[in-house]
């Protein structure tokens, strides 16, 4: 659990470095320059979803062991990745190559942290798949064990006449 709280920390605080650093793009000014609309679009939803990877991994940290959550914010991590790709191939060709390889540089720094992620998110499927297997055989059990039982006579309501 140390561990998992500790990957999801990091995370956190990443998106937290590269939140300002997003900041400074500015998609509105290459639309001006004929750059198509979909960057705005990119970086609103990307600048919310480092956002919500903040608040997911504050969550994550307090139940570490939530399959779902986990699952989660996973995906939402590994979505911002490629976002971030997209979105950099404008900010070179549009803004500012430099900022485009220092935001690259930044989020690829967490790179080891989403495999962790990966791995702990790998783990609790496995985890919930081995609980799930038991939970099975033991209801299997019950079940067999009551269908070797007698039934029980049939009782009638009836008052006697």
Known sequence: D???VATFNQISQ??????????QLRPNDWIAKGAPDTYLAQWNSLLQQFRAIQSDMADLAQHPGHLPDSLKALFRVQSTHQVIDSLMGGTRKYQN??????????????NAD???LEKIVLQLADEKERQFT???????????TLSRQPAEPARTNRKPQ
Do not use: G, N
């Not at 190559?97 to 967490?110: G, K, M, N, R, Y």
């Open 134 to 144: 038991v939970v099975d055989r033991e209801a299997q059990r019950c079940r067999a």
């Open 2 to 4: 140390d561990e998992m």
């Open 97 to 110: 190559p430099a900022l485009a390889d220092l935001i690259e540089s930044v989020a690829a720094e967490a």
């Open 114 to 116: 989403v495999d962790r």
């Open 14 to 23: 990443r998106a937290a470095r590269l939140e300002p650093m997003l900041e």
